[in-house]
């Protein structure tokens, strides 16, 4: 009983995490009546420390919890499945780990920094450079229209960054690290094709496909910060607690 009553304590609080991240930068996305949010971070978060149950329940719910509050309410339904799905995906693989030598796995990692450093400059370089136009707001009211520029240059740096990153730490402290930066991927690609299928049979296949690359870079942000901050807290809190 009173493991049940701490599972059902750590589910109310990480999802009331995840709904404050979700909602705390929104940018709304007239194709799909949608929107960019930082959600992933606090979803990946949750489900890597502590796993499928909490994760799932968490990034469903929690993600839900912003939709509806935030007035997008068609896409709440598909958020608690969706975003429930990415959630046990992250949290059932985190417990999970193949026991192949440290070395192989270092090569596993360098090649995970290697892939998520073109991932940040393609989806940077290729949606989110030069002139950039932010439409901040809610759906039924009137957006906020911010325009500034992004130069290549910057993507340049932070996909050196993010490749240098993951490389030092599978070499100095984490040969794993890798593992844990491929299922946040996997529960990534849950996400995007999710809420693809989803917008394909609400708005058709063109508004959908407006959307991929905005998902993409949610799950290209929730992963940066995310890998780091659970590894931060991890050693903070005891493990025992976690």
């Known amino acids: ?5 701490r599972t059902l304590a ?17 940018v709304y996305v007239p194709a799909t009546r949608g929107y960019f949010n930082v959600g992933e971070i606090m979803v990946y978060t949750s489900a890597l420390l502590m796993g499928p149950a909490v994760g799932a329940f968490a990034g469903g719910v929690g993600s839900m919890i912003a939709d509806i509050t935030l007035g997008y309410t068609h896409y709440a339904p598909a958020t608690l499945v969706i975003k429930g799905a990415e959630g046990f995906i992250v949290g059932y693989l985190s417990r999970k780990i193949v026991h192949y030598p440290k070395t192989a796995w270092r090569v596993f990692s360098s090649a995970a920094a290697v892939a998520v450093g073109l991932l940040v400059w393609t989806v940077g370089a290729n949606y989110y450079s030069g ?3 932010l439409s901040l707001g809610l759906p039924t009211l009137s957006s906020l229209q911010l325009t500034f520029f992004i ?3 910057f993507w340049a740096i932070a996909a050196a960054l993010t490749l240098l990153l993951i490389i030092l730490v599978c070499f100095v402290t984490d040969p794993y690290i890798g593992w844990t930066v491929g299922i946040v991927l996997a529960g990534g690609v849950v996400m995007v094709l999710g809420y693809f299928l989803y917008e394909t049979y609400l708005f058709g296949l063109g508004a959908a496909l ?4 905005i998902n993409i870079g949610q ?3 929730g992963l940066i910060v995310s890998v780091p901050l659970v590894r931060v807290v991890s050693k903070i809190i005891p ?4």
């Not at 609080?13 to 995840?18: E, K, M």
């Not at 407006?210 to 690359?213: D, I, L, M």
């Not at 493990?239 to 976690?242: R, T, V, Y």
């Open 210 to 213: 407006v959307e991929v690359p």
């Open 1 to 5: 009983m009173k493991a049940t009553r």
């Open 219 to 221: 799950v290209t942000i």
């Open 239 to 242: 493990k025992n607690i976690l």
């Open 10 to 26: 750590e589910m109310v609080i990480f999802s009331a995490l995840v709904a404050a991240a979700t909602m705390v930068f929104s």
């Open 131 to 133: 002139e950039v136009e």
């Open 151 to 153: 130069p290549l240059i």
